[in-house]
Structure formats: structure tokens, C-alpha cells
């Protein structure tokens, strides 16, 4: 039977042993080394110890869209559709695991580039979670703050195999430090950061 | 190691930039070492908050001594890491941990050179992993701490499997180039 190694680089093209002691080498190194912490949203910014500027560049164009967005939320409301891009892009993907209640359970959220109304859209792919029996038995994504859950991201149920759910939260993620998903009655956390 | 990122600009440039007080490039080194310092600092501290602290206080030490940096004298990332371990280890001092949250730490039996090394390399290893393209990194994320099969791996992204193990692969070759130096 191949070992792990020889499965992962196995993609059908032929590879010398000199690369194929280099790839093994990264392999031993990386089996031996712990994964990074991921960044909670509150530390997404860098501090602002350093004179700031008022947006980061990126944010610089749809500024007028954004006092708009403002403006109309505090004049009674109405919607306003921000100039973005058909796809947005991918700002970070924060890999979840599952808890001793959910082990094997795993999730990746595709944190998506913030829209001009200051929304932060997200996918959220999700597998290993006990799938739904039904619309009652619903899995809620929080933020969490201080280790504790502060602000629902959103409700989904969950099906076999992969379950994929979009979502959007308009918070201010610096006032965040982590993600954790429940399942409906309960607080325990299922899935972390 | 390589001096030069995927964007085609150093790490000893941006702090050169910085120096100069340019909140483009402070942002920059900060998207690309916030990972390896909050590491770092989490190693150090054992605690997620006050690691986070700690953070903060590296990147704002990393603002105001940048101009110390000197390039003759070695890699951006060499200095970046002096710089946060300090900054990590003087923040411990004036934000003592609470005697009663002290965790009950098993005896450490490597010795302080050995640690410095081995937090060297584990620094260097999340700095590599940060340099990925992001296809790259998830793959080798989801495989070796995931501990995914490629097989669910391949359904979890929705990609066909040919392409993980395409994408692994290239991972760990392009990782192996970052690494250079450390895996000799």
C-alpha cells in the first residue's frame, strides 16, 4: 500500500526521486509542525498606532456609495445596491474543526470582499455535521467575543455529504475574535475556529 | 531564503517603506505576518487573548523601529521576527498572566536553543504557508491539518480530484523553494 505521501503526490506525472526527496522532505516538516492560528476578524486591520488613513485603498472608490448607504440608513431606511463586482473576491478562508462533539466535522469559510453598503458577505462550505431532520433542526455560524457567542451570522440545516450556505453580516468584524457553530438548543460549540 | 514574495516585493522592502511611513506597506507586512506572529505569540503566551494582544503590540513595535531595519544585516523576515519576539516577550512582562489563570505547563526539556531554533522554523513554516497562492494553501491546509483525504477533500471544495492532488503537489514544491534554506 502507498504511504500518505505517495497518495498526495500522486497526480500522474512522473517525478524524479530528486524532487521526490524535496516533496518529502516539506511532507516530514509539515507533519511536525502545528497549523497557524487563524485571525479572528478583530484582528483582520492592523493596529492604528500608525498615522491611518481614513479607508484602505480598495475601499477608496465606492466611498461616496458608502456615505450614501449611511446616509439613507439614518433618513428612514431604503436599500441601496452598491456598485460590485460579479464575483467578489475571496478575502480569506478561515478553516473550522470540529469539537469533541463533532469530530470529524469540518468547515471553510470563504470570507468575501466587503460590498459597498459595508456588508461581509461569506460562503460557508460545510461537511461531518449530523445532517438536519428538519427545518427546526437548523445549525447557526456566530461570532464569537471573549469566548463568547456575541452575534448569529445565520441559520442553515445541513445534509448529507457537503452542505454549502451562503450568508452576509453587516458587523464590523474587528469587534470579533473567532467563529463557532451550534446547533438549534444548545450553545455547545460544534465547530471552532 | 527568499527575499522575494509572490507580488514581487521584499519584505525588507516594505519595511524600508515603512520607515518611510507608508501605511500601504505596513498594511502589507501586517496581511502577510499576522498569522506567523499570532503563532508565535500563542507559543509564548499559551493564551488566545492575550496572544492577540501581544500582536498588536509587535506590528505597532514593527511601526516605530522600522527604520533600525538595515538590510545589509539580513532578510526583512530575520528582523520582523527579533522584533515581534521582543515585543511579545516585554508585553508578557507588563501584562503578567493572573496567577490564578496560570495554566499548570508540563516541564519543558528542550533547552533555549533549541526553542529559539525550533520557533524559528515553525515561524518560517507559517510564513511559507501565508506565501501560497490560496488554492494551494487550502489544499495543504485541509490535508495535513485537516487531516482531509484528498478524496474529501476534492468534495468538500467541489473540485475534481485530479486537481487536489495537481494542487498538492505544486504546494509542496513551491513550499519546498520557500523553504529552502531550512530544509537543508
Excluded at chain 1, 48 to 58: F, I
Excluded at chain 2, 43 to 56: K, N, P, S, Y
Excluded at chain 2, 154 to 170: D, M, N, S, Y
Aim: proline share 7%; net charge negative.
Amino acid at each position: 500500500m502507498k504511504d500518505r505521501f505517495e497518495d498526495l503526490i500522486d497526480d500522474g506525472v512522473a517525478i524524479d526521486e530528486e524532487e521526490r526527496a524535496r516533496l518529502r522532505s516539506v511532507h516530514d516538516l509539515l507533519l511536525q509542525v502545528e497549523p497557524p492560528p487563524e485571525v479572528g476578524p478583530a484582528l483582520r486591520q492592523p493596529p492604528q498606532e500608525a498615522p491611518a488613513r481614513l479607508l484602505p485603498r480598495r475601499r477608496r472608490a465606492p466611498l461616496a456609495l458608502v456615505a450614501a448607504a449611511i446616509a439613507l440608513a439614518v433618513f428612514g431606511g431604503g436599500y441601496l445596491v452598491g456598485e460590485r463586482s460579479a464575483t467578489p473576491s475571496v478575502e480569506r478562508t478561515i478553516v473550522m474543526a470540529g469539537t469533541a462533539e463533532a469530530s470529524g466535522a469540518t468547515a471553510a469559510i470563504e470570507l468575501l470582499e466587503e460590498d459597498a453598503a459595508g456588508n461581509w458577505p461569506m460562503r460557508v462550505r460545510l461537511r461531518g455535521l449530523e445532517p438536519s431532520e428538519g427545518r427546526e433542526d437548523f445549525y447557526e455560524l456566530w461570532l464569537t467575543r471573549e469566548g463568547e457567542l456575541a452575534e448569529s451570522c445565520g441559520r442553515f440545516t445541513v445534509h448529507e455529504g457537503v452542505t454549502e450556505v451562503t450568508l452576509s453580516v453587516p458587523y464590523r468584524l474587528r469587534g470579533f475574535d473567532g467563529w463557532v457553530v451550534t446547533r438549534s438548543g444548545s450553545d455547545e460549540p460544534l465547530l471552532t475556529t | 531564503m527568499p527575499v522575494v514574495t509572490e507580488n514581487g516585493v521584499s519584505d525588507g522592502e516594505l519595511l524600508q517603506r515603512v520607515a518611510d511611513r507608508d501605511r500601504d506597506a505596513f498594511d502589507e507586512l501586517y496581511r502577510r505576518y499576522t498569522r506567523p506572529v499570532l503563532g508565535l505569540a500563542l507559543r509564548r503566551l499559551g493564551d488566545r487573548g492575550r496572544a492577540e494582544d501581544a500582536l498588536q503590540d509587535a506590528f505597532v513595535a514593527v511601526w516605530r523601529s522600522a527604520s533600525s531595519y538595515d538590510p545589509q544585516r539580513g532578510a526583512g523576515a530575520a528582523w520582523l521576527y527579533t522584533v515581534a519576539r521582543n515585543a511579545i516577550v516585554d508585553g508578557a512582562r507588563r501584562r503578567p498572566e493572573p496567577p490564578a489563570e496560570t495554566p499548570e505547563t508540563p516541564a519543558d526539556e528542550v533547552g533555549p536553543a533549541e526553542r529559539a531554533e525550533r520557533s524559528w522554523l515553525v515561524w518560517r513554516v507559517h510564513r511559507a504557508i501565508e506565501e501560497l497562492p490560496e488554492p494551494e494553501r487550502q489544499v495543504l491546509e485541509l490535508a495535513y491539518w485537516g487531516e482531509q483525504s484528498q478524496s474529501e477533500i476534492a468534495e468538500f471544495l467541489h473540485i475534481p480530484l485530479g486537481t487536489v492532488k495537481t494542487r498538492t503537489r505544486a504546494g509542496l514544491a513551491r513550499l519546498a523553494g520557500l523553504l529552502e534554506e531550512e530544509l537543508r
